[in-house]
């Protein structure tokens, strides 16, 4: 069973479903209905057309279930309304479904959680380290969205920032999570930036591909991850880098400056450097400024702390590292890191140690926990 075709197949039959008049809550329960179908029946009898079949199977869930709803007076008309059979149009529906899930009747951080969860395919575990809350927290934000949106009509689509919100997190969750979405994502926000006149999209384009051209060099053949002062920077992909640079200029240039362009600046000045020791520090110090200015973000003023650290020394560095929440995600690993560039190693280990403990992927566990065990063996020395 290809699991990755389902996965892709899945926002278009639901949007399908949501079209032909069924409600956000009962497509999406019809459309798992159709998965699991396919799961069983697709190994032994594959269809010719995936997602025709898909439409089919989740349009007859759908009916069967406003069927057995005494309370659904529109049941004859819906049942009108059943697609022919036959093959269903290739269009991709993807991007117009990140637009309905943003409706007007959710507020942004609903929106949001709501489309992650039921188009972006992430687990509510994975949207709460995002948002920084307790999973239990998200569960029910997500479960009140799916309550609001119950019954109502998909024909007020969404504001952009909303789906550019979106966009950003489904991003960051294929960059540097479980799950690969990062392909994705640079896709539908190509065609976002094309169809709407938005700098900001523009912007998030421009940063997306500016992180994706080093994806190659951020891990090793043996799956650990390379920090960006190591990585083999000529295993970075220059055409992604000259492309992201040029919409970054154009979108720079309209002087409408926003949380996404200052990120795409700061991944370019990384990008321009030939070296690691060339980095222009001083220059992306003043880009967190105008971050923190823009968004108030305590990730963005925790990362600022690494710039400060590099651009003014370590000691600068943690003196902006004692301003910032301790309980944020990786405050340990950025202590111990700017520790161990003071030539604390004692407490840098420790450091490294909790920081592996907490850490939201394997990858990412696995690379705290050797430098602590690095750190630790030179100190036995």
Known sequence: MDEALLRSL?????????????????????VQEALLQAVRVWPADPPRDAKGW??????????????????RRRREDLVDEEPAPGPAPAVDDTLQLYFLCAHPSLTPASAVALTLRAVGGLTTRQIAEAYLVPEATMAQRISRAKRTVSGVRFDQPGDVATVLRVL??????????????????????RQLAAAVDHPEAAGLLALMLLHHARRAARTASDGSLVPLAEQDRGRWD?????EGVGILQAALARDRLGEFQA??????LHADAPTAEETDWVQIVEWYDELTRLTGNPVVR????????EADGPRAGLTALAAVDASLPRHAAVAAYLHERD????????????????????????HLTRQAARLNARRCR
């Open 302 to 309: 925790l990362n600022r702390a690494v710039a400060v650290g």
């Open 10 to 30: 899945t926002p278009g039959v639901l949007a399908t479903l949501v079209r032909r008049g069924a409600d956000f809550a009962a497509a999406e329960d019809a």
């Open 343 to 366: 030539g604390d190693l004692a407490t840098a280990a420790r450091l490294y140690a909790e920081a592996a403990h907490k850490a939201p992927n394997l990858a990412e566990r696995d």
């Open 168 to 189: 950003y997190l489904v991003f960051n969750e294929g960059y540097s999570g479980d799950v690969d979405l990062a392909a994705e994502a640079v896709r539908l926000t």
């Open 238 to 242: 220059t055409a992604l880098i000259a």
């Open 54 to 71: 898909l439409v089919t199977v989740a349009w007859h869930r759908f009916l069967d279930a406003t069927r057995a709803d005494a309370a």
């Open 263 to 268: 990120q795409a600046a700061i991944a370019a």
